[in-house]
């Protein structure tokens, strides 16, 4: 069995529903590989700002027509009214997952929430708390006090009072949420990484196992994966913690 078959059996579709890849690229015939090499495993495929602004929603359709999750990584960030001029835009097309950020303010998020109840095709709306990239010296010089889970856990009571269906936070805010949002508020993760992986610029992070049994329910898989020499290889080490990290957190982890 190679590993590729190995993948696709049922033992891996909670992974497989959890997971996002990033198409972090900046060619599109590249991103276009990427899902033709991944997307036999895969279903679900993040699309951030580099690539959105090279190729737009053209590609966006293009993995919509062929029945993948797509999350659209906009982190929108403006004034209500043009947040929710760019979310009707977006639920035009039948994503699954948008985001916007959630130092927005009450208003915006408030917008954002009404617009996308509005619209023919309502994705889940998600709130970006502080990004990954950033630590403690980042967030003081903008002015935020505390330290970044201070942040994280603000941020995230904002997003639950303006009905957004879940937050983007690190894997180290994780059981600081725990009691604070229901089990059914969504906990996007990117960022994980394996012991063995290099951190790139990411600065809050934990292992794929960890961050689902603290309770992550999406993670977003990247350059680790991506870029592995054996991706396929890169992904099942990856999906196998997951599931074991989720075993963990229901107590039924194997002895």
Same mark, same amino acid.
């Given at each position: ?103 927005? @303010? *009450?208003?915006?998020?408030?917008? /954002?929430?009404?617009? #996308?109840?509005?619209?023919? !095709?309502?994705?889940?709306? %998600? ?94 898989? @990247? *350059?680790?994966?991506?870029?592995? /020499?054996?991706?396929? #290889?890169?992904?099942?080490? !990856?999906?196998?913690?997951? %599931? ?12």
């Amino acid at each position: 069995m190679t590993v590729k078959d190995a993948l696709l059996q049922s033992k891996y579709d909670s992974a497989r529903k959890a997971t996002y890849l990033a198409l972090d690229v900046d060619e599109p015939a590249r991103a276009l590989e990427l899902v033709e090499s991944f997307a036999p495993v895969i279903d679900g495929f993040k699309v951030g700002l580099e690539l959105f602004h090279r190729a737009g929603m053209a590609l966006v359709d293009q993995l919509l027509a062929r029945d993948l999750r797509v999350f659209l990584d906009m982190k929108l960030h403006d004034i209500p009214n043009t947040v929710s001029g760019a979310l009707r835009a977006i639920c035009d097309s039948p994503i699954e997952m948008v985001n916007v950020h959630a130092q927005g @303010g *009450r208003k915006m998020l408030e917008r /954002a929430r009404e617009t #996308v109840s509005a619209s023919t !095709y309502q994705p889940l709306l %998600i709130g970006v708390t502080v990004l990954t990239s950033l630590a403690s010296p980042d967030i003081r010089e903008l002015g935020i006090e505390g330290e970044p889970q201070d942040a994280v856990l603000r941020l995230a009571k904002l997003c639950l009072e303006a009905d957004l269906d879940g937050v983007v936070c690190s894997a180290e805010e994780l059981a600081m949420l725990e009691g604070v949002v229901p089990s059914t508020f969504e906990r996007v993760v990117p960022g994980t990484r394996l012991a063995t992986d290099d951190a790139h610029d990411q600065q809050r992070t934990k292992a794929p196992g960890q961050a689902m049994s603290a309770g992550a329910t999406r993670l977003v898989l @990247g *350059r680790a994966v991506r870029d592995a /020499a054996d991706p396929m #290889v890169a992904l099942q080490r !990856y999906w196998d913690e997951m %599931i074991e990290g989720v075993n963990r957190r229901h107590g039924t982890a194997s002895r």
